[in-house]
C-alpha cells in the first residue's frame, strides 16, 4: 500500500485548507484511514480517523472545526480544516490500517497557519 497526500501549505488563522490522500496498491484490506500530526518538538498524535464503514473519531483539539471523510471507491480520504489555528501548524500525515496487521504512512504534508 503506497498513500500519497496532498494539499497542505499555508493559511491564516481563522482561514480553511482541506487535505487528501490517496492510496494505491493493496488497498482491498484497508479498513481505518486517519489523519495524525507532529508539531516541532511535539510527539505525533492522532486528528482524526474514519473506518470504511465512515464511522469517524476526532481528537477534541479538532472537533466542531475539522471534518474526515472518504471515497472508498477512490480509496482516498479527505480532511477538512476550518477555523484555523496557529496551534494546527504541523506535518500532517495520512495513514492506513492493513487488515489490522500493519499501518502505512503517507510521507507527510505541512500545514502553516499564520496568526
Known amino acids: 500500500v503506497q498513500l500519497q497526500a496532498s494539499g497542505g501549505g499555508l493559511a491564516q488563522a481563522g482561514g480553511s485548507l482541506r487535505l487528501s490522500c490517496a492510496a494505491s496498491g493493496s488497498t482491498i484490506g484497508i479498513n481505518l484511514m486517519g489523519w495524525y500530526r507532529q508539531a516541532p518538538g511535539k510527539r505525533r498524535e492522532l486528528v482524526a480517523d474514519?473506518?470504511?464503514?465512515?464511522?469517524?473519531n476526532y481528537a477534541e483539539s479538532v472537533k466542531g472545526r475539522f471534518t474526515i471523510s472518504r471515497d472508498n471507491a477512490k480509496n482516498t480520504v479527505f480532511l477538512q480544516m476550518s477555523s484555523l489555528k496557529p496551534e494546527d501548524t504541523a506535518v500532517y500525515y495520512c495513514k492506513a490500517d492493513y487488515r489490522g496487521i500493519r499501518d502505512f504512512w503517507g510521507p507527510g504534508t505541512l500545514v502553516t497557519v499564520s496568526s
Open positions: 474514519i473506518t470504511r464503514g465512515r464511522k469517524t
